[in-house]
């Protein structure tokens, strides 16, 4: 049995009770967290441990939830400044996606897994919008797996209004979504797929149908754009009479296990059917300011009742996938918003990336806090530094306003470290970085983009 001690850290359970230890251990056996308790650990518990970590002017928390990132679009940071979604879409992203070849897109995952590590991401759904060579899901999964990271992958397609290149048939996304759930999602809780149409105007409505029935029939979750673009609506109520969220509860999607991604521009009535349907929304906040598309109200959703986690989006609209720097950008989004300091404070932020994502990943009982039983998905975040000096009155306020994915030391997943000392074990970063720039360097020359 394989164990871990972590000790003379502040520990940040983000429990029920929010509750914060100031000196505290905990113990890790197996995947799970056996014990965690105040001061020192017992004798009897620091005996077992085989490896012991000293915490020391660090702060132990959960693992936080990536509940919306691309990771492909890894290879295409920095070409979408200056333009909105649809032109984005359009001019950059389209023209790009056709010209990916499959060795760089597993590529630009390993990047982005590497990122996401180095951030304090222990768990990932990673939304795939572009079909890609069959054999490629089955490499992702394998490389997810190999990494020890949670992995969920959103299997995205679309069957209509996309360029020809980029669309699939749903009898083909059916097929290969049953094939990756039946060979990598079974007994595993690491590993776990949904089914993902990328927008609501790029789905055939009997495509979405059978994805509807066959997600309740699979256990299996629902991930899909929603109400990013004001526009988006109109073209729903054009093409199927209703605004984009009426349309998805008429056609069955809504549920506890399907996250919309954005939820930028709904209505309160609309924010009430998600409380009622228990739909969870991915906020993300870098790219909606990016590309300047708007803010979700995280606010009225919270209120009543809709589980709000966050994402940090693709590499093309955030230029990082750093989930320890999203948590200042969501704080102080709403706050200029609305005009009210004290709309979003830091707990509710880091409740957001940690408990709420852990509802959007569809592991509420497994992850999202330090408790005794749950999944040891943990992170150790340096506070030893000129920013993040303690003591504080306030711990969630530091990490939120002054943390950065650079202060991240170490990254636990289902009891594995992945990172020790901001070293990354499970991935030699050295050669894959260099593999990825000329990578990037050689599709960036085929999409003719200068």
Known sequence: MS???????TVLTVNTECEVIANGYLFIEED???????????????????????????????????????????LIRGLSDN???????EEVAFPIYEKMESEEVWLAVQMGIAENIRGGSTAVTDNITIPLDPELYDVIFKVAKAVGLRYKMARGYSDTAYPEALMESGEEVISSTQHLHETWCQGDDLLSIDFSPNVVWSTTDDTLLEIAHLAKDWGIGIHIHTAEDEKENDMCVQTNGLRQIPWLHKMGVLDHKTQLAHGIWITDEEIELLADTGTSVVHNPV????????????????????PVALGSDGQAVNNGQEMLDVLKWAAN?????????????????????????????????????????????VIIVDMDSSRLTMPTLSVTS????????EDVAT???DGKILMLDKEILVLDEEILQAEFRQARSRLLERAGIA
């Open 411 to 413: 990254t636990i997943v």
């Open 333 to 377: 989004l709403q706050k200029i918003n609305s005009l009210d300091a004290a709309i979003l404070p830091p707990e509710k932020v880091i409740n957001m990336a940690c408990r709420n994502g852990a509802y959007a990943f569809g592991q509420t009982d497994q992850i999202g806090s330090l408790e005794p039983g749950k999944k040891a998905d």
């Open 32 to 74: 799970c967290i056996a014990f965690v308790g105040r001061g020192k650990a017992p004798d009897l518990v620091r005996n077992q441990a085989e490896e012991i970590i000293d915490a020391t002017d660090q702060v132990v928390m959960p693992g936080l939830v990536n509940s919306h990132v691309h990771l492909f679009q890894t």
């Open 3 to 9: 164990t871990i001690l972590i000790e003379d850290g």
């Open 83 to 89: 333009r909105p979604l649809i032109p984005w879409l």
């Open 287 to 306: 790219s909606n300011m990016f590309i300047a598309t708007g803010v979700c109200p995280v606010e009225s959703m919270g209120k009543a009742g809709v």
């Open 398 to 405: 530091l990490l939120v306003n002054f943390g950065r994915s």
